[in-house]
């Protein structure tokens, strides 16, 4: 089993618990507006398409492809498995629904743009942080 790597710790906050903390129960959460069924990330008070105010966590399918990436081959801070992949991935629920995160559990030159992928989590203290890794059953 390999070393965690560091990673910054985000402050949990009420507003945004349900994201950080979803994965305790393995749901990747995001906001949702009632009225218009619109999912909203980062979270915030009021719905960007209807300014609706009804938000409600609910969650995804943690189903995802990459959008794009990068690897990070500069060991900024002590960690096990550099070069990593830093990338940005679109929720299969809705176009625009995007998160940066890391893929993991493949070799970093294996990632392409269009991959599928899915989540699965790495707790570290209270937060349990959505990463994503190849989706066989989609590949
Ligand atoms: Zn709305």
Same mark, same amino acid.
């Given at each position: 089993?390999?070393?965690?790597?560091?990673?910054?710790?985000?402050?949990? =906050? %009420? +507003?945004? &618990?349900?994201?950080?903390? !979803?994965?305790?129960?393995?749901?990747?959460?995001?906001?949702?507006?009632?009225?218009?069924?619109?999912?909203?990330? #980062?979270?915030? #008070?009021?719905?960007?398409?209807?300014?609706?105010? *009804?938000?409600?966590?609910?969650?995804?399918? !943690?189903?995802?492809?990459?959008? =794009?990436? =990068?690897?990070?081959?500069?060991?900024?801070?002590?960690?096990? %498995?550099? #070069?990593?992949?830093?990338?940005? @991935?679109?929720?299969?629920?809705?176009?625009?629904?995007?998160?940066? =995160?890391?893929?993991?559990?493949?070799?970093?030159?294996?990632?392409?743009? !269009?991959?599928? @992928? +899915?989540?699965?989590?790495?707790?570290?203290? *209270?937060?349990?942080?959505?990463?994503?890794?190849? *989706?066989? *059953? &989609?590949?």
């Amino acid at each position: 089993m390999a070393e965690k790597p560091f990673r910054l710790l985000p402050r949990v =906050t %009420d +507003r945004n &618990r349900h994201f950080w903390q !979803g994965g305790k129960e393995g749901r990747l959460q995001f906001l949702r507006c009632r009225a218009c069924a619109t999912w909203v990330h #980062p979270p915030q #008070p009021v719905c960007p398409e209807c300014l609706g105010k *009804d938000l409600v966590p609910e969650p995804v399918s !943690g189903r995802a492809q990459v959008l =794009t990436f =990068t690897l990070n081959h500069q060991p900024w801070v002590p960690a096990p %498995d550099h #070069p990593y992949c830093i990338a940005i @991935v679109e929720i299969e629920e809705q176009e625009g629904l995007r998160l940066m =995160t890391n893929v993991v559990h493949c070799a970093p030159e294996e990632v392409a743009i !269009g991959m599928p @992928v +899915r989540v699965v989590f790495e707790e570290q203290e *209270d937060v349990w942080f959505p990463l994503f890794e190849p *989706d066989e *059953d &989609r590949a």
